[in-house]
DNA sequence: TCACAATAATCGTTATAACGAATATAATTC
DNA sequence: GAATTATATTCGTTATAACGATTATTGTGA
C-alpha cells in the first residue's frame, strides 16, 4: 500500500512511524502539487504565491482588502504583503491607497488589468486542476479534505 | 463539513469545484505543518530542507550518496544541491569528496557531528510529530496516505 | 491629556531559491 | 580515436523569503 509515494521518497530504511509517513507524504504531494502550478502559471509570469493574491482580491472585490487581511487569506502563511504588492503594483495588476479612517491602513485593490489576466486564466486553472486531481472522484476528494482538515487540527 | 479549512481560507466566494478546494486544502495543511516543523527545528539552527538533506545522508550509510542521488529523494524537487551542502558542510555536518570511479560525481557523506546532531533531534521530532497528527489514529492516517498517493499520481 | 502600549505597514539586511550558463568528465557514434 | 552527446556538478545572477528593527497611527489607562 501507498507504493509508490514510498518509491519516489526512496529511503533506504522503512518508515519510523505512520505518523511520519504521513507527514512527509503530504509534503511531498503539495511540493508536487505546486509544481505543476507553477508550470501552468509560467507563460503568464505568475508565481503562484501572486496568483493567490490577485485571486483573494478579486474575491474582495472594488472595496479592496488591507495588507494584513490579504496575508490571514494567503495559503503560504506571512509573506511579506509589502513587497508582494510592490511586484503586482509595478506589473499594474493593483493599485493601493491610505485607509481613510485609519490611516495605518494601506488598502488593494485589483485594476482591471488584473481582473482580466485572472479571466484569462480561470478556465486554464479550472482545466489543470480537473487533469490534475479529477479522476479522483467526487466522493475520494470529500474524504480527502476530510482527513486533511483533521491533519491541520492541531498545526494550525 | 471541512468547515476549519474553509474558514481559515476566508474565501468571500464557496469553492468553484471540488478540485479546487482539494488542492488548496493540500497545500494549506502542508505549510502549516510544514511551519510547525519550521519551529520545531529553529533550536537546532536546521532548516527542514537542511534536516531533510541530513537524513537522507544518515540513511545512506557510510558509502554516501551522489549529490544527484539526493536530489531525487528529496522532499521538495530541485534544490541546489551544491550549495545546501556546501552550508551543511561549513556546519561541519556532512563531507565532500569526488568519486572514483567517475569523477564527475560528488559523493556526500554525514559526519559523526551530524550523525550526532540527528540522534539528539530523532526524539524530538518524533514527539513533534505524534502530538500533530498521533490524535488521527492509524486508520485514518492510513486512508490519508492512500488518498494522498491517488492525489500525486498524476502530478508526479 | 499625556505617556504607553498596540497595531499596520515598511524597509534594511541576510539567507535561500530559481534560472541559466559554464565546466569537467564520461559515454557513444561514426 | 576524434567529434559529439549526455551526465554531474558548479557558479553567476536575479528574485524572493525570512528576520528584525523602524515608523506612523491609533487605542487606553492613569
Not at 78 to 94: A, H, K, S
Not at 100 to 118: C, N, Q, S, W, Y
Not at 141 to 150: I, Q, W
Request: hydrophobic share 40%; charged share 30%.
Amino acid at each position: 500500500m501507498n507504493a509508490s509515494i514510498q518509491a519516489e521518497i526512496k529511503q533506504g530504511k522503512p518508515f519510523e512511524s505512520l505518523e511520519q509517513e504521513a507527514f512527509l507524504a503530504l509534503l511531498w504531494t503539495a511540493d508536487r502539487l505546486q509544481w505543476r502550478l507553477t508550470e501552468a502559471l509560467k507563460p503568464q509570469g505568475l508565481s503562484p504565491t501572486q496568483y493567490n493574491a490577485l485571486r483573494i482580491l478579486r474575491g474582495a472585490g472594488k472595496q479592496g482588502l488591507a495588507c494584513s487581511e490579504i496575508a490571514e487569506r494567503m495559503i503560504t502563511r506571512d509573506p511579506d504583503i509589502t513587497r508582494l504588492m510592490d511586484r503586482l503594483g509595478r506589473m499594474g495588476l493593483v493599485h493601493r491607497g491610505r485607509g481613510d479612517e485609519d490611516r495605518r491602513i494601506v488598502v488593494a485593490k485589483i485594476t482591471p488589468k488584473g481582473a482580466d489576466l485572472l479571466k484569462q486564466l480561470d478556465p486554464v486553472i479550472r482545466q489543470f486542476l480537473h487533469s490534475l486531481l479529477g479522476h479522483m472522484g467526487e466522493k475520494k476528494l470529500n474524504s480527502l479534505l476530510d482527513l486533511l482538515d483533521k491533519a491541520a487540527t492541531s498545526a494550525s
